[in-house]
C-alpha cells in the first residue's frame, strides 16, 4: 500500500508540475499529458481530498502507443486492449488524494495503479480534448492517457 501511494503522490505531482509549466511558445502538448492551459496545483484545496470525480461515477480511459482504454465502474476497473476488447476485470481500490484520484489492484499478479488527474488532456491522434489526464503502471509498465466523465466529457468528435 505505501508504493501505491508513493507512487500516486508522485504521479500527482508531476501532472500539477506540468499543469504550470507551460509557455505561450510551448510546443502540443505529448498524447496523455496536461497542456499548459490546465488548472494550475493552487486551484486545488490543500485541505481536502480530490471531489472533482464522485465514487459513483463511470469513469473512462484511453491511451495510444500501444492502444488501451476501459472504465471504471465502483470497485471495478476493466482494462481492455486491442487484443482483449472485451476487456480484463480489475478488483480496485479508490483513493482521493489532494489534486486527483487514484485506483489500485491486481490484473493477473501483476500490480495495477491508475492514477487520475484535473487537467486537459489530447490522445495525439483525434481531435478531442479530455479533461482528465490518466497515468496507469502495470507492473513496471507506465503508460499515459486520458480520460472523462458523463458529467466532464472530451469535446471533439463523437466518431474521430
Avoid: H
Avoid at 470497485?75 to 484520484?101: C, H, M, N, W
Avoid at 495525439?124 to 466532464?152: A, H, I, K
Amino acid at each position: 500500500m505505501k508504493a501505491v501511494l508513493t507512487f500516486f503522490t508522485l504521479t500527482i505531482t508531476l501532472a500539477l508540475a506540468a499543469c504550470g509549466s507551460g509557455a505561450a511558445d510551448s510546443p502540443a502538448p505529448v498524447p496523455g499529458t496536461a497542456d499548459a492551459s490546465a488548472p494550475s496545483a493552487a486551484a486545488f484545496d490543500e485541505a481536502k481530498p480530490y471531489d472533482g470525480i464522485a465514487a459513483d461515477e463511470q469513469i473512462e480511459f484511453t491511451g495510444t502507443e500501444p492502444f488501451w482504454g476501459g472504465e471504471v465502474s465502483g470497485r471495478t476497473l476493466t482494462y481492455k486492449t486491442p487484443d482483449d476488447p472485451s476487456g480484463r476485470l480489475v478488483q480496485v481500490e479508490r483513493f482521493a488524494g489532494r489534486g486527483g484520484i487514484s485506483f489500485s489492484g491486481m490484473l493477473g499478479g501483476v500490480a495495477v495503479t491508475m492514477a487520475i488527474t484535473p487537467s486537459t488532456c489530447s490522445d495525439g491522434m483525434s481531435d478531442r480534448s479530455y479533461p482528465f489526464t490518466v497515468t496507469l503502471r502495470l507492473g513496471e509498465e507506465t503508460r499515459s492517457g486520458c480520460g472523462w466523465t458523463d458529467r466532464q466529457p472530451f469535446t471533439g468528435p463523437a466518431n474521430p
